[in-house]
């Protein structure tokens, strides 16, 4: 294996930088702290693992209609309002929304690839490219559910940026078993039989993370588990016996909703690390239009001093 690919979570990234950085205004008057944040939050990233390749994996379908047939919860708490036939509308602070398309006509202006999949979230695309990658990847985002992504023979590791880009965790699977008791293989069962109330995932009523770990501890999967349940002669105990029949038809559809999608047609070229900016009186224009000069300097001067390709070290 060869270079290192670097795929960000490009959603979560903006939304942490609008959230935890205070105003910042463009001369016009637009906030623009989440492109700022971003910008620098790439910075940082490339600088300190020096990727050879690197993508920003877009939303474009940030609530997919075949998960919500599946399981009409999911993600419904941050759907604005619902309108027969037109799309969902995700809840998005307007200062924050009108920061989107400056933020993918920046990173256009850099070369910086620019990713996503009709009817997919931005984690589809992340596990399609973190799979058979012929490179090791680092994953950066704060959703746990890329967990299950987590390979240690195929060096692929998460960048949890749960407590911030600047402390983030690097998770491979000794950290998974140490922090859930599970292996990332299991983290999607893991995640479907606990719940998650920030994906409208509601989970089995009564079993929490430590009845899930130990369930799958003992039954190695969610069929395992499914038919320990059925089978009166098992010894699965009979309150979670009670609760696994139960949620039958939670349990029938909830895998597949949580499942990361791993085989999307999706293009493998153009994802090296631009050097220079592809578009660079654009970028000139836009930095100054946005008050964006600095960070836009920082990402060109971290850019340019990455090594060739056969120089990078692993990180």
Same mark, same amino acid.
């Given at each position: 294996?060869?270079?290192?690919?670097?795929?960000?979570?490009?959603?979560?990234?903006?939304?942490?930088?609008?959230?935890?950085?205070?105003?910042?205004?463009?001369? +016009?008057?637009?906030?623009?702290?989440?492109?700022?944040?971003?910008?620098?939050?790439?910075?940082?990233?490339?600088?300190?693992?020096?990727?050879?390749?690197?993508?920003?994996?877009?939303?474009?379908?940030?609530?997919?209609?075949?998960?919500?047939?599946?399981?009409?919860?999911?993600?419904?708490?941050?759907?604005?309002?619902? =309108?027969?036939?037109?799309?969902?509308?995700?809840?998005?602070?307007?200062?924050?929304?009108?920061? =989107?398309?400056?933020?993918?006509?920046?990173?256009?202006?850099?070369?910086?690839?620019?990713?996503?999949?009709?009817?997919?979230?931005?984690? +589809?695309?992340?596990?399609?490219?973190?799979?058979?990658?012929?490179?090791?990847?680092?994953?950066?985002?704060?959703?746990?559910?890329?967990?299950?992504?987590?390979?240690?023979?195929?060096?692929?590791?998460?960048?949890?940026?749960?407590?911030?880009?600047?402390?983030? #965790?690097?998770?491979? #699977?000794?950290?998974?078993?140490?922090?859930?008791?599970?292996?990332?293989?299991?983290?999607?069962?893991?995640?479907?039989?606990?719940?998650?109330? $920030?994906?409208?995932?509601?989970?089995?009523? %009564?079993?929490?993370?430590?009845?899930?770990?130990?369930?799958?501890?003992?039954?190695?999967?969610?069929?395992?588990?499914?038919?320990?349940?059925?089978?009166?002669?098992?010894?699965?105990?009979?309150?979670?016996?009670?609760?696994?029949?139960?949620?039958?038809?939670?349990?029938?559809?909830?895998?597949?909703?949580?499942?990361?999608?791993?085989?999307?047609?999706?293009?493998?070229?153009?994802?090296?690390?631009?050097?220079?900016?592809?578009?660079?009186?654009?970028?000139? #224009?836009?930095?100054?239009?946005?008050?964006?000069?600095?960070?836009? $300097?920082?990402?060109?001067?971290?850019?340019? %001093?990455?090594?060739?390709?056969? #120089?990078?070290?692993? =990180?």
């Amino acid at each position: 294996m060869t270079g290192r690919l670097l795929l960000l979570d490009t959603a979560s990234l903006y939304f942490r930088a609008y959230f935890g950085a205070p105003e910042i205004l463009a001369p +016009d008057g637009t906030n623009v702290n989440a492109v700022r944040g971003l910008l620098d939050y790439i910075s940082r990233l490339v600088e300190q693992y020096q990727p050879t390749d690197l993508v920003c994996c877009w939303d474009d379908d940030w609530r997919p209609q075949w998960r919500v047939d599946l399981l009409p919860t999911y993600k419904a708490h941050r759907v604005v309002a619902e =309108v027969a036939g037109a799309p969902d509308i995700e809840e998005v602070p307007d200062p924050l929304e009108v920061q =989107v398309p400056i933020i993918r006509e920046v990173l256009r202006a850099f070369g910086i690839a620019v990713i996503g999949a009709p009817g997919y979230e931005a984690d +589809d695309v992340i596990g399609t490219l973190a799979t058979d990658a012929g490179q090791p990847v680092d994953v950066v985002t704060g959703d746990r559910d890329l967990f299950q992504l987590v390979d240690d023979e195929a060096e692929v590791r998460i960048l949890y940026v749960g407590r911030g880009v600047g402390r983030h #965790e690097r998770v491979d #699977e000794a950290w998974v078993v140490e922090k859930y008791g599970v292996r990332p293989g299991q983290y999607a069962d893991f995640a479907t039989l606990r719940g998650d109330p $920030s994906d409208g995932l509601p989970g089995v009523k %009564g079993i929490g993370e430590k009845t899930a770990a130990a369930l799958l501890q003992k039954y190695g999967d969610m069929s395992g588990i499914r038919a320990a349940a059925l089978d009166p002669t098992s010894d699965m105990g009979p309150a979670p016996r009670l609760r696994i029949n139960e949620a039958a038809a939670y349990l029938d559809v909830a895998p597949t909703v949580v499942a990361v999608a791993r085989h999307l047609d999706l293009p493998r070229d153009g994802l090296a690390v631009p050097r220079v900016a592809v578009a660079a009186a654009d970028l000139e #224009e836009l930095a100054e239009r946005w008050g964006l000069t600095t960070p836009v $300097s920082r990402l060109t001067a971290v850019l340019a %001093g990455l090594p060739a390709p056969e #120089e990078v070290d692993p =990180v």
